[in-house]
């Protein structure tokens, strides 16, 4: 709706500074994303310094961001990047990151990092997973602010007409449209939660990253028919929605995550860590009971000691 969050004109360099909101909410999507990984790896007593969790969390910022971007540069280069200057191929503060190729990109880097760093790739999925579709949340109100990603015309209540020379607007016409953008967030928000939610429960590691791959590939699959920007694969004259592939494989990949690592059997381990934490309370209560009374038989027998 408004690309901007100021427009300051420099004379003495000839220049415009106008900062994008889209930037700006993938900057509090780091943000927050660094907080959830230095407290998820500190719960779960993960052997990674407060530098190395930060260094991992910009590997899989950068990751989505140049897997995204490949993404889109890909998929429009024939109808867009190949009739722009070639620096237009980075300029991602414009908008034109495809949420697709960030997770892909993600996947690639991440199981590489946790071999190198000799560390549990399902332990870092599952708090990955929470990161990323935060991100995800949070970004898609980066979409509507750059005033793209959205839905057909409709008359619907949710419609919101986008001003004009947005890239909703040259074919909408100042009609409303659906913010399917609006409607992913709110998805991906409520996948956030959910996650979340399930962290404390007694899951094998690796079960967030697993739900988190299947709830997205379902919700963007019944978000697809509501984007008039969808992708396609060409195979011998044949179109097929780039959405719909990707999320098959996203879908399939969360349930060959979950056959390979068994989590539908409960966490053996996390049991007996609870019932380990559960019983120090209790012996330390009742060695402080027994301290009580030790000390109140000792002050009893001192004042018969005295009176005697």
């Known amino acids: 709706m408004y690309p901007y969050i100021f427009s300051v004109e420099i004379p003495w360099f000839n220049i415009t500074l106008e900062p994008r909101f889209y930037g700006l909410f993938y900057a509090i999507s780091l943000l927050i994303g660094t907080r ?14 407060e530098d190395e969790a930060m260094n991992m969390t910009m590997l899989l910022f950068f990751a989505g961001l140049v897997g995204g971007r490949a993404y889109e540069v890909i998929f429009e280069w024939s109808n867009y990047y190949a009739f722009q200057p070639f620096w237009k191929v980075f300029a991602v503060w ?25 560390l549990s790739l399902a332990a870092m999925f599952d ?34 007409i986008f001003p004009a020379g947005t890239a909703v607007d040259r074919y909408a016409h100042g009609a409303p449209v659906h913010p399917t953008m609006i409607y992913e967030s709110l998805g991906n928000f409520l996948i956030f939660f959910l996650l979340w939610k399930l962290r404390l429960r007694n899951f094998r590691a690796g ?21 008039m920007d969808n992708q396609y694969f060409v195979i011998a004259d044949t179109k097929f929605l780039a959405a719909y592939a990707i999320s098959l494989l996203l879908f399939s990949a969360g349930l060959l995550w979950i056959y390979k690592q068994k989590l539908w059997l409960p966490d053996k381990d996390l ?38």
Request: overall charge positive; glycine content about 10%; aromatic content about 6%.
């Open 127 to 160: 708090i990955s997973a929470m990161c990323m579709i935060l991100g995800q949340a949070i970004g898609r109100w980066g979409n509507f602010t750059n005033g793209e990603t959205a839905g057909p015309v409709t008359d619907f209540w949710t419609g919101i």
């Open 271 to 308: 049991n007996q860590k609870i019932a380990l934490e559960s019983a120090v309370p209790a012996k330390s209560k009742k060695s402080a009971k027994s301290n009580k009374n030790t000390k109140g038989t000792k002050s009893t027998k001192s004042v018969k000691n005295k009176k005697g």
């Open 36 to 49: 959830i990984v230095l407290t998820e790896v500190a719960r779960r007593r993960i052997n990674l310094s």
């Open 94 to 118: 414009e908008g034109g990151l495809a949420i697709h190729g960030a997770i892909l990109g993600g996947m690639i880097a991440y199981p590489l990092y946790c071999k190198v760093k000799k």
């Open 207 to 227: 079960m967030l990253g697993a739900v988190y791959l299947l709830s997205y590939a379902v919700l963007r699959s019944l978000l697809t028919p509501l984007r």
